[in-house]
């Protein structure tokens, strides 16, 4: 049975990556149980990562719908090389009066790379294995601005990409023969933090060439925001190539005219 409203939003450990400075990632994503309730929780005593915390970049804004309720490999938090191997990095959330935890740790059991990230977002598979893939480089993005209440603000980002992967099968395509749009080198747009609520149109852009025809080694994609409160809004955008993803973030002030 789905619940609409009242239940809780799920913090999760997706998993830690070793990074070239000797320094490591922990991932982190989140499951919000309602279907229909989105959740606004402010980083401090009901939302916050410990050690170091409360506020690591993590989300005030929780998605739901059966898109974007399962967030994985959110967001990462970076902590140093000389971390415990037994010490535990915190994200703890309280929803509709219950606190979950998501406890990170360095244990081996938890490492991950950039086949199981691809894997987790929605790829499964890659249809030519010779061919290595890399995420999709951002070359151009939107930066911090300020936009009065109820006026829709365009977001423009370019991308470049490697090809990679391949497209599926056929017979994976859509009912009118199209790419389906998760298949394709797209920017999606999520609100991060804000008081309010953020609208996108649309949410997820296929990314396309100069002659405006979808690319998948690159062009631009550019989507409108608007806003139904005044305030501070974090926005959070991944290009992403249907297995990898790079992310980017702005901060948009909203004023009341």
Do not use: C
């Not at 977002?121 to 890399?134: F, S």
């Not at 490697?162 to 017979?171: K, L």
């Not at 804000?194 to 990314?207: A, C, L, M, N, T």
């Not at 005044?230 to 002030?253: C, I, N, Q």
């Amino acid at each position: 049975m789905k619940t609409l409203s009242g239940d809780t939003v799920q913090p999760a450990f997706e998993g830690w990556e070793r990074n070239p400075d000797g320094t490591y990632s922990m991932w982190f994503g989140y499951f919000n149980r309602n279907w229909a309730q989105e959740l606004n929780i402010a980083v401090g005593p009901d939302n916050n990562i410990q050690p170091g915390g409360p506020d690591r970049g993590q989300p005030e804004f929780f998605q739901t719908g059966e898109r974007n309720r399962r967030q994985m490999f959110a967001f990462k938090v970076v902590v140093p090389a000389n971390w415990p191997k037994d010490g535990d990095l915190v994200w703890t959330l309280t929803t509709n009066g219950s606190t979950l935890k998501a406890f990170a740790s360095l244990r081996p059991d938890y490492m991950v790379d950039v086949n199981v990230i691809s894997a987790n977002r929605g790829a499964q598979r890659d249809t030519d294995p010779v061919n290595k893939n890399a995420p999709p480089t951002i070359i151009e993005a939107p930066k911090d601005q300020t936009v009065p209440i109820g006026t829709p603000l365009a977001l423009r980002m370019a991308v470049t990409d490697d090809g990679n992967p391949q497209p599926r099968r056929e017979f994976d395509r859509g009912v009118d023969g199209t790419t389906p749009l998760k298949q394709l080198l797209r920017v999606s747009w999520f609100q991060w933090r804000g008081p309010g609520r953020v609208k996108f149109d649309p949410e997820s852009v296929p990314i396309t060439n100069a002659a405006g025809v979808n690319s998948r080694e690159g062009g631009s994609a550019t989507t409108t925001a608007t806003f139904d409160k005044p305030g501070k809004y974090v926005l959070m955008a991944y290009a992403e190539d249907m297995s990898l993803f790079t992310p980017h973030s702005l901060t948009v002030t909203v004023t009341d005219r």
